[in-house]
């Protein structure tokens, strides 16, 4: 194992947070995914109560009336009874039978497929949210480790910078030797000034993202250097496996099917529309009793109604225009979306076939550069060489080493992406 691998091994935290541990974190907090859950439980709330639509209507009502006498030649007065106090109390139930599948059913598969896409959009936030999370999580890992690199070369040069002093007294060095190893030491301590404050940064931005209390302390608790990657997926993969799972795609699959739904309702307005009604009265005097008195009696009637105006298909004609156009711009978008998604899996897994092969250099270079620093102290021991040349070395060891620390995040990056491409971002344990 790598000499780095071996430094930020020494300082992983068991418990510490993780990529995974972040992302989980991140998907209970961030108020944006709150805002979508909230929405989520909206729409499954109005697709429970949407069977109502079935419930045939029930109407109430209740009048008084009073009427005007009316003058009756005498030979009629004792077959007119003239009531002028009229009191009416009437129950109707509607049956709307062509409605039912028209327009009630429709309305209740619109309002599912309305809570099933505020699930998917739930499921898009968290996936945005988790790679988020991801990202800031290894981003802070890489400012921990230039640090720690940047520490271990004060540690080096000032450990060089000792040896070069008894050089330089022995007659085997200048001062302008002792110059340039103590300017470079001086850079070196700068460099280790600035990626202190990198980590207080990135530790900052993943404490807020995270929602955790400030100057809590952020421990890394995932060996980001030193575990296996999983192999380069072929693109054309993973685009099959984004039309199946990411959220976006199943949102707009589902706001196909409302919108289907919607032209169907929108159409079935143009047929005549069939109800049965029925209504009981209880009137005082009732119309239907001969001859009339004054004191409630009960009636009822039942009656089919098959109605048309075509008045409506006016109406009816821009209603089904804009529902076509609502469908056809659904299509437009998944379109685009699934270019989209097809650019967005080929650039990531260029960008992690990319990352794995820069590793293996990377830590061919480290291991190389390493060498080269210890044969130059040896060799400038020796008095074979240079104290230049020995500066030299050490550059480009410091060089290969947060190469090689950038390979290793840029890896966990793209694949944290390629995972992202395929709806797969989210905690282990959410996308179960």
Known sequence: MLELTLLVLAQLDPSGWTAEKAAARAEEVAPAVRQAA?????????????YTGFIPRLDLRGS???????????????????????????????????????????????????????AFQADAEREGVALRAREAFYLYVRTVAAERVATDAVAQLTAYLADLEVLVTAGEGTPADLLAAKSRLAEVRVQRSATSGGV????????????????????????????????VPKSAQLLEEARRNRPEMLALAALAESADTDVRAANGQNFPRLS??????????????????AKFTPSWDLSVVLSWSPNDLVGNTVQVA????????VDRDRAALEDALGIGAAQAASDYGVALETITAA????????????????????????????????????????QQIDAHVAARLAYARVQHVIGRARAQGANQ
């Open 64 to 118: 008084y009336t009073r009427l005007s006498r009316t003058d009756v030649p005498p030979e009629f007065a004792a077959f007119f009874v003239q009531i002028p106090d009229s009191l009416l109390l009437r129950a109707s139930l509607t049956v709307p039978v062509s409605d039912y599948f028209f327009t009630v059913l429709p309305a209740f598969r619109s309002v599912q497929h309305a809570a099933r896409i505020a």
């Open 276 to 293: 049965v009604v029925g209504n009981l009265d209880y009137a005082n005097p009732n119309a239907r009793q001969l001859p009339q008195q």
């Open 363 to 402: 830590e061919e270079g480290v291991q190389a550069a390493r060498e080269a620093w210890r044969v130059r102290r040896e060799l400038l021991g020796a008095g074979e060489a240079t104290p230049s040349e020995a500066l030299e070395t050490e550059t480009a060891l410091r060089r290969a080493e947060m």
């Open 38 to 50: 909230a929405a989520q439980a909206f729409a499954e709330d109005t697709a429970s109560i949407g």
């Open 322 to 329: 804009r529902a076509e156009l609502a469908r056809a711009r």
């Open 200 to 231: 207080r940064v990135a530790a900052e931005s993943l404490r807020l993202l995270l929602d955790l209390p400030p100057d809590d302390p952020i421990t890394v608790g995932e060996d980001v250097f030193g575990q296996t990657t999983p192999a």
